[in-house]
């Protein structure tokens, strides 16, 4: 799935655009569909804490299309609290 693998490069690449955080705190990001659950799966890793949360597909539009995805913003800096607390 050609398209699927470059929607979710160019998903990938717009949370690092939005959320710089990403790459100043070294975190490694994961961009999957889940046919499964009919939405994206982002995982965030950095050492031993990882964070893995679910995007909706109107949401990922949304981000693509240069909206700031909240919900994700708060898990993203929740993850950050954890491992500068550790």
Request: hydrophobic share 40%.
């Amino acid at each position: 799935m050609e398209h699927a693998r470059h929607h979710r490069d160019e998903l990938a690449a717009k949370l690092r655009a939005i959320y710089p955080e990403i790459a100043t705190h070294g975190i490694d990001l994961g961009v999957e569909f889940s046919h499964e659950k009919d939405a994206w799966i982002v995982k965030f890793t950095k050492g031993t804490h990882s964070l893995t949360t679910h995007l909706e597909k109107k949401d990922a539009d949304g981000c693509l299309e240069g909206v700031q995805c909240v919900y994700l913003g708060v898990q993203l800096a929740q993850l950050i609290k954890n491992f500068e607390g550790a």
